[in-house]
């Protein structure tokens, strides 16, 4: 019986090794899984059996592949081509080595092992793979031209591996400066947003800051693609620099559109490689265009926007040939307003026969004295009773009636400001305030009491939509002279009346004088 019960005893320490072992066999995976740590969606991603063989780990725990062969992801005109797997893969000694012989084989690769084209938690994951060497890349032609660029190469030994894409995009910005050309002699910083005068000449800038793989491509194109409302001219005076070094191997044209007046501006380089630029780099256009008759007044504004093309694909860069995407467009828009003068009488009914002068004050540089520059003037038209003063900027005005109608006084010259706010950091900058006050002469602002409280006094009605300030000048008839019957000739009468009895008062008393003196 005690053999018995030591037989049970070892059959059962034999069937828990047992099970132990089967255990341990069924954990060891058959296949195997890619995990691509990108959150950006749209990739698919695919994955090519380039070798396949004996995976093992080795003693310093490495995965290995021993008794190399083609693996299933490369045709039989590649397997011939590109000769023996074994002797090929133990070429692939340094990453430099393995995106060589990625780039080799890529025209050859046929059908994908795996692929993955849903994002989750951030990664990629490709499974159901046997052991062997894989090539990952993007699906050819899966991404549209957005925001986004092909992954490089990966090649990976399976077991269970995690891969971090090597991608990236670059950024483009766009913006202008802005001035006060009644206060102030310099420009304001970079910004999104300006008011200007018709006339002037408005600096613009485009920056560029290039992808950190620049350094993967054969050849990285760059194309800035800017466009300029109607309302603004371009100057023809580009200027490129790659850092601070101006480069003169971009080109720059300039074409005006069908539309009727926008124009495009492209700035373009097939390899910037070439010219001295890596990863990372920063590349900037500078240029300036004048603000034209076919502004755009008011809160619409004149916007100018820009987009980069560059090459999104490190896989097939080579002379030239490169694919290209686009990043989302950046705008900055300039601002223009006006000023409208209604002619009225004192009984608030249009008058004729007035003109109008409306002049700006320009702050003088380097000490010289500030000018009164005309912005517009108006000669007489009989029929003309509104004076619109069309694209102006922020600033101090003068007004000067040099033609009062007949019959009328002439107006004391008027002193304004035009003040505006508008979004100076914005993806899409708005006109947020417009008003005028009257000042003096020195630009003094002129007030009154409200409610107990000072306060300036508007020049007139604001229509932020219109850019618009629109006032009333009143002229007031002159002195009215005696006409011929009335008064007048009763003054004329009474004073001769008056003169002629002063007259024989004096006559009479002459002769008494002489009659005393007898």
């Avoid at 994951?125 to 050819?140: E, R």
Wanted: glycine share 8%; proline share 3%.
């Amino acid at each position: 019986m005690k053999h018995i019960k030591k037989l049970a005893s070892l059959l059962l320490a034999l069937v828990m090794v047992l099970s132990l072992a089967v255990t341990a066999f069924a954990d060891e995976p058959t296949t195997y899984s890619i995990t691509i740590n990108n959150s950006t969606a749209g990739h698919t991603y695919e994955a090519y059996q380039i070798f396949t063989g004996d995976l093992a780990t080795n003693e310093a725990g490495n995965k290995v592949l021993s008794n190399i062969v083609w693996g299933s992801g490369v045709s039989e005109a590649g397997q011939t081509a590109l000769g023996d797997a074994a002797a090929k893969a133990e070429t692939l000694k340094t990453e430099a080595d393995a995106k060589a012989f990625a780039k080799a084989v890529a025209p050859y690769l046929t059908t994908a092992a795996g692929s993955a084209n849903t994002v989750t938690d951030g990664k990629y994951v490709i499974s159901g793979l046997a052991a062997g060497y894989y090539l990952v890349k993007d699906q050819d032609g899966s991404l549209t031209g957005d925001n986004d660029s092909y992954t490089e190469y990966i090649i990976q030994v399976v077991g269970n591996v995690t891969a971090t894409p090597k991608s990236d995009v670059p950024k483009v910005q766009k913006k202008v400066k802005d001035i006060n050309d009644s206060t102030d002699t310099t420009e304001t910083d970079w910004q999104d947003s300006a008011d200007y005068d018709i006339g002037d000449s408005i600096p613009f800038q485009l920056k560029a800051t290039l992808a950190n793989n620049v350094s993967s491509y054969t050849t990285y194109k760059v194309v800035f693609h800017d466009t300029l409302s109607k309302g603004l001219t371009y100057n023809n005076d580009a200027k490129v620099y790659i850092g601070d070094t101006e480069t003169n191997g971009f080109t720059v044209t300039a074409t005006v559109n069908a539309d009727g007046g926008t124009t495009t501006l492209t700035v373009s380089c097939d390899d910037v490689k070439a010219l001295g630029a890596g990863n990372s780099s920063v590349i900037t256009v500078e240029y300036t265009v004048k603000l034209n008759e076919n502004a755009v007044l008011g809160s619409a504004g004149n916007p100018n926007e820009v987009y980069l093309e560059y090459s999104n694909n490190p896989n097939k860069s080579e002379n030239g040939n490169n694919e290209t995407g686009e990043t989302p467009k950046d705008v900055v828009i300039v601002f223009t307003y006006k000023t409208i003068i209604n002619k009225v009488d004192s009984e608030n009914a249009p008058l004729t026969g007035a003109a109008f002068k409306l002049e700006k004050l320009i702050k003088g540089k380097d000490g010289a004295a500030d000018t009164w520059t005309t912005v517009k003037e108006f000669t007489v038209d009989e029929t003309t009773t509104s004076f619109t003063f069309s694209g102006l900027d922020d600033g101090q005005y003068k007004l000067t009636e040099t033609k009062t109608p007949a019959g009328y006084n002439t107006i004391d010259p008027i002193y304004f400001v035009i003040e505006a706010t508008h979004d100076v950091t914005a993806d899409a900058p708005t006109l947020k305030t417009l008003n005028a006050y009257l000042t003096d002469a020195n630009g003094n602002k002129q007030t009154e009491m409200k409610d107990g409280e000072s306060v300036n006094i508007d020049l007139g009605a604001v229509d932020l939509t219109a850019g618009s300030i629109t006032t009333t000048v009143v002229n007031k008839s002159g002195s009215e002279l005696p006409s011929t019957g009335g008064i007048g000739t009763t003054i004329f009468y009474v004073l001769g009346g008056v003169l002629v009895l002063a007259a024989v008062v004096l006559l009479v008393t002459k002769k008494r004088m002489s009659d005393a003196e007898k």
